[in-house]
Each structure stands twice: as structure tokens, then as C-alpha cells.
């Protein structure tokens, strides 16, 4: 029934700004750990930003000051706000909670 599908990956050039989204259905964002993950070609799954079900927010050092996770819980979406962005962040977002995973949106950061 669990259901994650991330948007708003695009092309940006380094210091632009993304927002991506994940659309839940089958659960309910308020209530759970969410969590954004990404994975560059050749490189192992990056864990990058948590938001708890209590609203406290934890991010990879490689992210933190740059990028915001939060959550619209009328929506039941989470989001990813990107700032400050690097040829380095480039990859494919993916948004999760527990063993549920998007089919993941792609963000390219180049000049």
C-alpha cells in the first residue's frame, strides 16, 4: 500500500537552488521518520537529511547549512529544499521511510 514518488530534479548550475518533493500514500508523513537518500554513478547510497515525527530535522555534514528538509502534512509530502548547490550533489534523490523507497528523481548541478 506504501507508496513514495519524488519530483522536482532538474539541471542547475552551481550555487542555484532546487525543491524536490515526495508524494506519499499508504502512510502518513506526520507520523513517520522520513528520510532523503541520494546516489551519484559509481558511489554507495548516501544518507542526506531525516525529519522525525516529532519535526526535529538531521542532516549529513556534507548537506548541513545548505539544505532543508521539511513537510507539508495537509499535503502529506516532504521536501527537500536545496540551496547553495554543488557540482558534488549531483545524483539521484530518493525519498524513504523504513524498507519503502521512490523510484527516485535525478539533479544535475553543473555549469
Known amino acids: 500500500q506504501v507508496q513514495l514518488a519524488e519530483s522536482g530534479g532538474g539541471l542547475v548550475q552551481p550555487g542555484g537552488s532546487l525543491r524536490l518533493s515526495c508524494a506519499a500514500s499508504g502512510i502518513i508523513v506526520s507520523t513517520a521518520g522520513m528520510r532523503w537518500y541520494r546516489q551519484a554513478p559509481g558511489k554507495p547510497r548516501e544518507w542526506v537529511a531525516l525529519?522525525?515525527?516529532?519535526?526535529?530535522?538531521h542532516y549529513a555534514d556534507s548537506v548541513k547549512d545548505r539544505f532543508t528538509i521539511s513537510r507539508d502534512n495537509a499535503k502529506n509530502t516532504v521536501d527537500l529544499q536545496m540551496n547553495s548547490l554543488k557540482p558534488e550533489d549531483t545524483a539521484n534523490y530518493y525519498c524513504?521511510?523504513?524498507?519503502?523507497w521512490g523510484q527516485g528523481t535525478q539533479v544535475t548541478v553543473s555549469s
Open positions: 524513504n521511510n523504513l524498507g519503502w
Open positions: 525529519i522525525t515525527p516529532g519535526g526535529s530535522t
